[in-house]
C-alpha cells in the first residue's frame, strides 16, 4: 500500500473516517521520506509525520517494515481512541523532532524490533497521558536526546529530556513514569554478565515496581542523555539508549533483581543500560536506566593511637599519637570526604579524624599497643558489602578484653552515630570476632602467601551488610554516615 499524501500536512494519514471498512489495517514496506535532508522541512511531503493515525476508535492497526526517515515524526500516533496498534520493525531516522510521538489519549500500543536513531530529539516521546505503551527489543541511538521519554506535557509534541526516578508512579507522566532500574552492580565473569539492583528510588519502595520485565542493551552514550537518577539528587550521570538488545530478566516481588546472562568476551560491563516494562496488565515501559558507574569505593587507614594507655604520645620515646600523620604512599588519607576535613595549604585535604602515628616508635616486649582501623567510604553508591580482616603479626597477641566492661570483648566498632558498640571475640550474633589466618574463609581475601602461620590472629569486623549499608560520601549532603572507625589492643611478645 502507498498513497499520496491528501495534503502536505501527513504523508499517509490512518483515519477511521475514511478506512471505516479496514478493521484490521497493516501499513507495510513503505518509504516515506521528506526528500529534504537537512531536517528543516517546511514544504512538501512528510512535513509532519511519515505515518499518524487519526481520529479512529476501531482499527486494529499494524505499522509494519516501513522506512520513515527525514519527516517531522516518523510516526505519529494521535486520535486511536483506545485501538491498539503495532508498530514493528519499522526504520526511522533523521527526523526532525522524535521518531515515534505518542499524544495523549494514546494507549496500549506495542513498539517492538524497530530501529530509531538519529532523530533531533528523543527516539521515542510519550506524552503526558499515554498509558501501556509498551517498548520491547528496539534498537535506539544516537538520537539528540533521550532514548526513550516519559512526558509530562500535553501536546507539547517535544522531548522533555530524563525524567529521574522518584519511587512511585505518577499519572502525569506518559506510561504513568514508570521508574527505570538502578543498576548497583554489573559483573562479567567469563561469558556470563551478572547485574542486580532495583527499580525506582531505593530497596524499601521498589516494592510499587514488583515483578516488573527488565529488558538490558548494550549501551548507546552520545553524550545528550545525562541527569540525575533519583529526583533531587544533583548528579548528572550518563543514561543509555538502548541500541543493542541482550536479555530480559523479571525483578521479584520486591522490585529487586539478580539477573544472569551469557554476553560475548570482553563484554563491558559498565556499557549497558536497561528498562522496566510493568506485567501488571498495563505493559507501561519506563525511560533508559543509567548506566552501572555508579561504584562504592571503601577505604581503609590504620594507625597506633594509643601505647599503654597512653593517647598523646609514645611512653618510650614521645612519639605523637594523637595527630594527623600524612602517609605520602597513599591517598587514602588525603580524600577530602572524612569528617572535620580542613585544609592547612598542603596539597589534598588533611583531616582530625583519622589521627594516630603509622610508625609509633620504640616498642619493647609487654607494651600495649591499641589499633584504629578507620574506613570511609568514598564512593558515589551503597556499599552493600564491607568486611575488615586485619591478620595480626605473629609477634602480637591480640587482647581479649578492650576494658573492664565486659569479658571476651576485644573490638571496639564506632559507626556515625559515634556511640561505640563493643564486639564479643566470638562468632556470635554481633558483627566482630577474633579467629585465625586458617579459619577466616574465602571472604577475608588473605593471600596465602602472606601467611606463614596459620595461626595468627585476624580481627574480623563486618562494617556493611544488605540491611545495613555503608552510604557514599560523594554527592551526599550530610556525609558523616559514610566512615567509622574500629578499634582494639595487642601486646608485644
Ligand atoms: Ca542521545
Ligand atoms: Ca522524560
Ligand atoms: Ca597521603
Ligand atoms: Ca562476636
Redesign the pocket.
Known sequence: MRRASRSSYESVVLNASNVTIVKDLKLTNNEITSGVSDNSVTTGACIRSGITTATGGTLRTTIENNYLHKCAWGIEMNGSNGASATIFKNTIDTTKNSGIMMNSGEKNHTIELNVISRSLGAGIVIEGGPTGIKITKNSIYRNGSVGIDLNDHIAAYLSEGLTPNNGSLDNTFGNQRMNYPVIMSSVVTGNLLRVKGFIGKDITTSKAFANANLEFFIADDDGNQNGEVFVGDLRNKPHGEGKTYLNSCAADANGEFDCTFTVATGFNSRNITATATTTDGSNNTSEFSASPMLRANVLMIKRITAINGNILKNPNDDTPLHEFV?????????NCSWPLSYDNGTP?CINDYTIGAIDAGKVQPGDEIEYTIYYLNAGENKAFQGRICDRLNTNLTFQPNFDSVSPNTGIVLVENDGVPKYLTNGADSDRGQLTTAALAGANCNLAANTLPNLSDNVVVVDIASTANPLIGSINQVNSTVSHGYIRFKVKVK
Open positions: 600524612e602517609d605520602p604512599t597513599s591517598t587514602h588519607d588525603n589534598g
